[in-house]
C-alpha cells in the first residue's frame, strides 16, 4: 500500500491510528464481535474498515454492509476509496452501491402514464414524461440520481419502481429493467454501500418478515452518530398533510378532474375522494388549532389522545372498498397495478393514523409540528422513547458483527453513553485520536458584534459582510454552511454581484446543480466559494488547500423542546 500510495494524486501518509482501527476491525470480525471505534478527523476511516472488510468477504464467501449517513461518503467510497483499492489491494472483488427501490424508473410505468397523461396530469407534467422517455433510452442504470433536471415528485411517483406495483417475471419490461438489473449487480457483489436510511428501512421491514436488502451478518456503520436519529424515524411514524393528499392525487385530483378514477369513470369513486380532501383540510386544521401551532409555536407535544373527531379511517376504509371492486372487474394489469398499490397505500396511512389517534404504539412519545415555510402543513409525529431495546434485539443480537465508528461519539472522553443509548449491550471499544495537529494547522476566528439572529434581517445582512470579509482572506477556498435555505438564498443574493466582479466563482446548492457536479467544480475552481446546507456539514472529502476556510453561519443545534430526548 505504502508504494502504490505514493503514485496516487495525493502522497501517502503512515497513520499509527489507521493501523490501530484497522487492526481492532480486524480482530472483532474474525471474533465476531461488536465493535464502537472513535477516531478523529484525518484518520482515513474509510480504507481502515473497508480494508479488513472486504478481506473477510473474500475469505469467508460473504456478503459485507458499509451503510453511511450522508450521501458525500458514498461518493468518496465508490468513486474514490473503492477504485484505488481495486487497484492496489491485490484482491479481485465487487462492490456495489444499494439504492431503494423508488430511485429506479419504471419502464412499464413509464408507458401507461404516457398513454394516460392526458388524464393524470397537466401539460407541463407531460413534457416531463417526455424528457423522462428520453433520458430511457440513454440512462445506464435508470437512477433518479443520475438525472441532472429532476422531475417533480409528482410525475416521478408515477413512474417510479414503486413497491407494491411490480409485476416481476411477468412484465413486459422485465428483461430491461433498471431495478432488476440493480438487483441482479446486488447478487452477485461482495461489499454492498447503503444509507442509513435505507438499512433501517430495511430493518423495520425484518420485523415485519420482510426485507430489502440480502442476508448479512457483518456491517459497518460509519457517521454512526446519527444512528439513533435515523433508527428513532424508520421504528416510529411520521404522517402528513401532504402525505394524504400525496396518496389521494393519484387516484383523483378534484380541481382537474384528473386521475385513475376519473379515467374508468368512477363516479362513486371520485365523489369519495372529495370528501376526504374535505376532512382532510378540516382536520388538520382543527389538529393545528388545537395544538395552537403558528409563528411562535412550531410544535406540541401530545401526552395524551387527542380529543378531535374525524371520519378519515371511514372514508378511506369506504373508497378502498370501491378501488377493490373496481380493480377486481379490470383485465388491464397495469390498471389493476396501480389500483393495488393505491389501495395498499391507504390502507397503511388509515393504520398510522389510527395509532397516532390512539397514541397505540407502546414506549412512544407523541408530537405535532408545523413545518415548512412557503407551504406550512401540520404533521403528526410518534417515535420511540429509546431506540436501544429495538435495535439490540433486531440489530446487535441478529448480527454476528456491527462495526459503529464517528470521529464524534464520547461523551466526556467515554463511549458509554453512545453504547447505551443504540443499545450494544455486548460490544468493545477502541478509540484513537487524530493524527491532525490542530493548533498548528487551524484557527478558529468568531466576529464580535453580530445581532441576534431572531433579527433575521440584520442577521442575514451582517452574515454577508462577515462571509465576503473571510472569503477575501483566502482568497476564495470557502465552504459556507447554513441551516437555512431562506438565509442561504438572501446571502447569496447581497453577494453574487460583488463576489462575481472580483472573479470568484460562487456556487450555491440549488442552483441547478447536482451536489457532485458542484463538488467536482470546487475542487478544480481557482477562487470558489460554495454555498451549502446540512449535506455539505458531514462526510465530505476536499483534501489540499482547495478547502481552505470553512464558514459556520449558524450552528445547527436541535431544537431544545424537541420531544425525542
Known amino acids: 500500500m505504502e508504494q502504490a500510495g505514493a503514485a496516487e494524486d495525493f502522497p501517502f501518509e503512515v497513520r499509527p491510528q489507521q493501523r490501530q482501527m484497522a487492526l481492532a476491525i480486524a480482530e472483532a470480525i474474525e471474533n465476531e464481535r461488536h465493535l464502537a471505534v472513535e477516531a478523529g478527523t484525518g484518520v482515513g476511516k474509510s480504507f481502515a474498515y473497508l480494508v479488513p472488510l472486504i478481506l473477510a468477504a473474500k475469505m469467508r464467501s460473504v456478503q459485507v454492509v458499509v451503510s453511511t449517513y ?139 418478515k420482510a426485507a430489502i436488502l440480502p442476508e448479512t451478518s457483518i456491517v459497518v456503520m460509519d457517521e454512526a452518530h446519527m444512528i439513533e436519529s435515523v433508527a428513532s424515524d424508520h421504528l416510529g411514524l411520521r404522517l402528513s398533510q401532504y402525505q394524504f393528499e400525496h396518496w389521494l392525487r393519484r387516484l383523483y385530483i378534484a380541481e382537474t378532474n384528473k386521475g385513475i378514477l376519473a379515467k374508468l369513470k368512477s363516479g362513486e369513486g371520485a365523489h ?26 412550531k410544535q406540541q407535544t401530545v401526552s395524551s389522545p387527542i380529543p378531535l373527531e374525524t371520519s378519515l379511517p371511514a372514508l378511506i376504509k369506504q373508497l378502498n372498498s370501491i378501488v377493490r371492486i373496481i380493480h377486481d372487474e379490470q383485465r388491464d394489469l397495469d390498471i389493476r397495478a396501480e389500483l393495488a398499490a393505491a ?26 409540528a408545523l413545518e415548512g415555510s412557503r407551504r406550512p402543513q401540520t404533521v403528526l409525529y410518534s417515535a420511540p422513547i429509546e431506540v436501544a431495546p429495538l435495535l439490540s434485539e433486531n440489530l446487535f443480537e441478529a448480527m454476528k458483527c456491527v462495526i459503529t465508528t ?39 476566528l468568531i466576529p464580535k458584534g453580530m445581532p441576534d439572529p431572531s433579527d433575521a434581517k440584520a442577521y442575514t445582512t451582517a452574515t454577508a459582510h462577515a462571509v465576503q470579509h473571510f472569503v477575501r482572506l483566502t482568497q476564495g477556498r470557502a465552504f459556507v454552511l447554513f441551516t437555512s435555505d431562506r438565509m442561504m438564498r438572501g446571502v447569496a443574493g447581497l453577494l453574487r454581484e460583488e463576489l462575481l466582479q472580483e472573479d470568484y466563482e460562487l ?34 472529502d476536499v483534501r489540499g488547500e482547495a478547502l481552505s476556510n470553512v464558514i459556520i453561519t449558524k450552528l445547527p443545534f436541535a431544537v431544545p423542546d424537541e420531544p425525542p430526548s
Not at 290 to 295: F, M, V
Request: charged letters at 25%.
Open 70 to 208: 450522508t450521501i458525500g461518503l458514498q461518493e468518496q467510497l465508490i468513486q474514490k476509496d473503492i477504485p484505488f483499492l481495486h487497484r492496489h489491494l491485490g484482491v479481485d472483488f465487487k462492490a456495489v452501491l444499494v439504492k431503494g427501490r423508488s430511485n429506479y424508473l419504471c419502464l412499464r410505468r413509464l408507458a401507461r402514464a404516457e398513454q394516460m397523461s392526458g388524464d393524470l396530469f397537466r401539460g407541463d407534467q407531460s413534457a416531463e414524461l417526455e424528457r423522462l422517455r428520453e433520458w430511457s433510452r440513454v440512462t445506464k442504470d435508470g437512477s433518479l440520481q443520475e438525472l441532472h433536471d429532476q422531475p417533480s415528485h409528482e410525475v416521478w411517483s408515477a413512474v417510479n419502481t414503486e413497491y407494491g406495483n411490480c409485476l416481476g417475471h411477468r412484465c413486459p419490461e422485465f428483461k430491461n429493467c433498471f431495478f432488476f438489473k440493480a438487483r441482479r449487480e446486488i447478487a452477485d457483489a461482495d461489499l454492498l454501500i447503503v444509507n442509513h436510511h435505507l438499512f433501517f428501512s430495511d430493518l423495520a421491514l425484518r420485523r415485519q
Open 272 to 297: 369519495t375522494a372529495v370528501l376526504i380532501y374535505e376532512e382532510i383540510a378540516r382536520f388538520f386544521s382543527a389538529v393545528r388549532e388545537w395544538a395552537q401551532l403558528g409563528r411562535n409555536k
Open 343 to 368: 389501495r395498499r397505500r391507504g390502507e397503511e396511512i388509515m393504520q398510522a393514523l389510527e395509532a397516532f389517534m390512539q397514541q397505540a404504539l407502546s414506549d412512544s412519545v407523541y408530537w405535532v
Open 406 to 444: 464517528s470521529a464524534t461519539l464520547a461523551v466526556d472522553g467515554r463511549l458509554d453513553y453512545f453504547i447505551h443509548r443504540v443499545g450494544a449491550l455486548e460490544c468493545d471499544i477502541e478509540q484513537v485520536g487524530s493524527p491532525f495537529d490542530y493548533a498548528s494547522q487551524m484557527k478558529v
Open 507 to 540: 456556487l450555491v446548492q440549488g442552483d441547478g446543480l447536482p451536489r457532485s457536479a458542484m463538488l467536482d467544480r470546487f475542487r478544480k475552481g481557482v477562487k470558489s466559494v460554495l454555498f451549502g446546507l446540512d449535506s455539505f456539514w458531514m462526510g465530505v
